[in-house]
T-cell receptor, first 111, second 112 residues
Framework: GENVEQHPSTLSVQEGDSAVIKCTYS??????FPWYKQELGKRPQLIID?????GEKKDQRIAVTLNKTAKHFSLHITETQPEDSAVYFC??????????FGSGTQLTVLP | EAQVTQNPRYLITVTGKKLTVTCSQN?????MSWYRQDPGLGLRQIYY???????DKGDVPEGYKVSRKEKRNFPLILESPSPNQTSLYFC???????????FGSGTRLTVV
């Protein structure tokens, strides 16, 4: 089945700096890659997603890039703010016909 | 409003007392799933359902049961809860292609 690996597990950045979280997947048939943000005690919520026919997608300070050949995708957050502090999960949808989630990254934005 | 509704939000129970956590979605989603999340850990899948009357085990199914008799509902049943099932539980649903994946608000379960 699909295996999604996410790095790093924890990330601390200074406010205003950029943050990058990387994920790799194993199923070459995977074609949908969402990212979720989970604030403390709350549900994970979709922040951005990308399909396999697109290499990059941006939404204000957030962007996702996809390299199908290398089977990895990344989340980029620019000009980080304290409210960006949360756990971020990547996921991939492939042959198993369901989302497989990465293990999560705890992002801390230091003031 | 499109949503996944879980009940209850908080529950404290005693060891061995059967309980059910309900999950309902109003988006006509084919796929539904249950996860548990423990401190410092990610989302671990308990059971999932591709459609009505179709359920499969996830990574940590021991001690749990589910049913999918209707498309909108996917209850999680703990026949004999134990303290190691104390956790934060999330229900989720999506279309069959994975899009629209939405989580419920969560149920914080404590078994004493």
């Amino acid at each position: 089945g699909e295996n999604v690996e996410q790095h790093p597990s924890t990330l601390s950045v200074q406010e205003g700096d950029s943050a990058v979280i990387k994920c790799t997947y194993s199923d070459s048939a995977s074609n949908y890659f969402p990212w979720y943000k989970q604030e403390l005690g709350k549900r994970p919520q979709l922040i951005i997603d990308i399909r396999s026919n697109v290499g990059e997608k941006k939404d204000q300070r957030i962007a996702v890039t996809l390299n199908k050949t290398a089977k990895h995708f990344s989340l980029h957050i620019t000009e980080t703010q304290p409210e960006d502090s949360a756990v971020y999960f990547c996921a991939a949808y492939g042959s198993a016909r369901q989302l497989t989630f990465g293990s999560g990254t705890q992002l801390t934005v230091l003031p | 409003e499109a949503q996944v509704t879980q009940n209850p939000r908080y529950l404290i129970t005693v060891t061995g007392k059967k309980l059910t956590v309900t999950c309902s979605q109003n988006m006509n989603h084919e796929y539904m799933s249950w996860y548990r999340q423990d401190p410092g850990l990610g989302l671990r899948q308990i059971y999932y359902s591709m459609n009505v009357e179709v359920t499969d085990k996830g990574d940590v199914p021991e001690g749990y049961k589910v049913s999918r008799k209707e498309k909108r509902n996917f209850p999680l049943i703990l026949e004999s809860p134990s303290p190691n099932q104390t956790s934060l539980y999330f229900c989720a649903s999506s279309l069959s292609d994975g899009s629209g994946y939405t989580f419920g608000s969560g149920t914080r379960l404590t078994v004493v």
